[in-house]
T-cell receptor
Framework: GNSVTQMEGPVTLSEEAFLTINCTYT??????LFWYVQYPGEGLQLLLK?????DKGSNKGFEATYRKETTSFHLEKGSVQVSDSAVYFC?????????????FGGGTRLMVKP | DGGITQSPKYLFRKEGQNVTLSCEQN?????MYWYRQDPGQGLRLIYY???????QKGDIAEGYSVSREKKESFPLTVTSAQKNPTAFYLC???????????FGSGTQLSVL
């Protein structure tokens, strides 16, 4: 079946540090891949997505590349800010025939210190 | 403004009691979803609906029930059969053809 594995957190960084959050997946076919972000006490918001191999999704300085050969979709940002502190979820889509439902990873909490 | 509204924000359940979580959307989305989030874990799908008057079980449907009588509304009932209901519950919606989900702000359910 489909599954998503993320690095365990929390990840604690100083402001302006480089961020990498690892995500690997197992899936049949060619799923779309997503990163969602959850700020404290809120629901999830889509951060970025990629729909096919070698696509790069990017938004708000974050980026992730769909690597089919390594089944990975690592999230990166060159210089984090305190406002980036949140929980980040990697997810894959089960596809249109499965109602476009998402399979989520366990989430990685990011804490950025001033 | 278009969006998804979940209520209440906090809910307490007594032993043996059924409770209902509300989810309303004005995005004109056909599909709606309920996810459960436990501390330190990812989201798990409880139920989903792609059209009015139809819904499907997700990965952890036992102890839960839903209805979809209106396009805008997808309430979730946590029944007394759900032995471990304490969790953060998230409702989401999407168009049927678009994989992007829009989430509500969640309901925290706790057992008294």
């Amino acid at each position: 079946g489909n599954s998503v594995t993320q690095m365990e957190g929390p990840v604690t960084l100083s402001e302006e540090a480089f961020l990498t959050i690892n995500c690997t997946y197992t899936a049949t076919g060619y799923p779309s891949l997503f990163w969602y972000v959850q700020y404290p006490g809120e629901g999830l918001q889509l951060l970025l997505k990629a729909t096919k191999a070698d696509d790069k999704g990017s938004n708000k300085g974050f980026e992730a590349t769909y690597r089919k050969e390594t089944t990975s979709f690592h999230l990166e940002k060159g210089s984090v800010q305190v406002s980036d502190s949140a929980v980040y979820f990697c997810a894959l889509s089960r596809g249109f025939n499965a109602g476009n439902m998402l399979t989520f990873g366990g989430g990685t909490r990011l804490m950025v210190k001033p | 403004d278009g969006g998804i509204t979940q209520s209440p924000k906090y809910l307490f359940r007594k032993e043996g009691q059924n409770v209902t979580l509300s989810c309303e959307q004005n995005l004109n989305h056909d599909a709606m979803y309920w996810y459960r989030q436990d501390p330190g874990q990812g989201l798990r799908l409880i139920y989903y609906s792609q059209i009015v008057n139809d819904f499907q079980k997700g990965d952890i449907a036992e102890g839960y029930s839903v209805s979809r009588e209106k396009k805008e509304s997808f309430p979730l009932t946590v029944t007394s059969a759900q032995k471990n209901p304490t969790a953060f519950y998230l409702c989401a919606s999407s168009t049927v053809t678009n994989e992007k989900l829009f989430f509500g702000s969640g309901t925290q359910l706790s057992v008294l």
